[in-house]
């Protein structure tokens, strides 16, 4: 099973300075990223993309992120920050909901990849994260409904998807020789 942990995080800023840190992040130097972060965030206290960026950072900058971690109590805030600023922002609230998956806070981490929905219905990551985390979660109908809705935003998460047939099996939707199981409505 693929995680889905990609961080959509660079908005389409005019902000030299902040696409130059947000190329730094996507270069791995995380510490210089953060830095260059916190001077933007100081100087421009709205820059929603700053805000998530540097959440982003001071997660990846944790060899074994906990939830009570500095960085991890900064990072929150900051994203509880920016989803203030920017209301209709989805991306506050999908980073949040990696962040706490990562942590294995899985039900605080649905929570979050609601909301992100809530504000923009057409996410197909945050929806095949939360497919993966009622898998995990062993809500194998759940898991699969959300997989399947995932899959008719984005056809190309397919090949992230190997676990679905599983939780097919388990959820007594395929036999033993793994065909599908038609029941009466």
Not at 54 to 82: I, N, W
Not at 98 to 105: A, D, N, P
Not at 120 to 136: D, H, K, S, V
């Amino acid at each position: 099973m693929i995680q889905c942990y990609n961080m959509p995080l660079f908005g389409r800023s005019k902000d030299s300075e902040y696409r130059d840190a947000a190329r730094l992040l996507k270069e791995g130097k995380v510490a210089e990223t953060i830095r260059k972060l916190r001077v933007i965030v100081e100087k421009s206290p709205t820059h929603v993309n700053a805000y998530v960026t540097l959440a982003v950072a001071l997660m990846e900058a944790q060899e074994k992120p906990t939830r009570d971690s500095p960085q991890t109590v900064e990072a929150l805030a900051l994203l509880d920050t920016a989803a203030a600023l920017d209301k209709k922002n989805p991306i506050p609230y999908f980073n949040m909901g990696v962040i706490l998956r990562k942590l294995g806070l899985l039900e605080e981490a649905l929570v979050s990849f609601d909301k992100a929905l809530e504000r923009e219905e057409r996410q197909p990551l945050a929806i095949a994260n939360m497919a993966e985390i009622n898998y995990e979660l062993e809500r194998w109908e759940e898991a699969i409904r959300l997989a399947k809705l995932a899959l008719i935003r984005d056809p190309g998460l397919e090949s992230s998807m190997g676990w679905v047939r599983v939780a097919m099996r388990k959820a007594g939707m395929l036999d033993h020789d793994g065909n599908v199981i038609h029941r009466p409505e």
